[in-house]
């Protein structure tokens, strides 16, 4: 459908954004269901971000997904945030609404916490209570850790960090998101007992990411076992050292492209009303049109 003067429009706010693959997956949704939108990119530098969301507004956009590195800036920024955009502090979703008096209002939200446990549903039953790790303790691990207390109620869910110093302040602020204190801090070496002793262990580093193929958030592989799920947020490559050195002791394993399908169908669904045609969103991931 070309663009015309009905055409509603959605953005993607980042810096850089050229290498996103947010256009592709929405753009090819739109046009299986016929409707007249159009998703764009837009590098915004940090000092723009504001006068970026307030265009939103002043464009009559219907929303937003922010990328990095403005996830956390534009939390002030926002008339309303979920609950998941407030527990993890970030945003990469905004819908614009309209308030009472007509004008528009916006909306942020974490699809991140949705997008990561969508691959782990149907496991629901054999993942509730049970032991768990998260190697890394930036963005991702937290929009992780919310997802996992509040799906699971992990007996223990252990946040590995390099530098622990740094987590310590937000684990100390996730205290009252974690009713059962499950939740621990570990630096990676303290950490291998939690490891073995977990049945789900996820990668939220960037370690193993293209083009750094050959690193490992985890360089002890025979700490995994047919008892282990690995699931690994990178979704470039696929298949990461991680994933692959998992499989090989007998671990089922994930990869980060069904979390990053299930962030861009839980967006989807706020802005438009509609569920995104998943098949064709792989499809276009797949072969790139
Ligand atoms: P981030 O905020 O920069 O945090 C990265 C974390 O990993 C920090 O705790 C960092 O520790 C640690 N780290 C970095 N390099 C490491 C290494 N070589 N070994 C061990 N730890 C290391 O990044 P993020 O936004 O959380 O993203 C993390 C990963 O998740 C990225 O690969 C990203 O692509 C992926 N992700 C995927 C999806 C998806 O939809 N599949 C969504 C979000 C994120 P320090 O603090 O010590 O540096």
Redesign the pocket.
Known sequence: MMPDAHTRLVFLLGDPVEHSLSPRMHNAAFRHQGLNWVYLAARVPADALPEAVRGLRALGAAGANVT?PHKQAVVPLMDTLSPAAEAVGAVNTIVVRPGDDGRPRLHGDNT?VA?FLAPLEPRAADLSGQPMTV???????R?VVYALLRAFRPARLTVV???PE??RPWLDAFARHDPDASLTLAS?QAARDAVRASRLVVN????G?HPHVD?T?WPYPDDFTEQHLVYD???TPERTRLLREAAARGAATLG??D??IG?AAAAYRQWTGQPMPLDVVRAALRTGS
């Open positions: 990095l991140d997008g190697l890394g303790a930036g963005g991702a691990a929009a960090a390099r530098s740094r987590a990676p939220a580093t960037p370690a990411m690193q958030p947020l990178i979704y980060g492209l979390m990053l962030q």
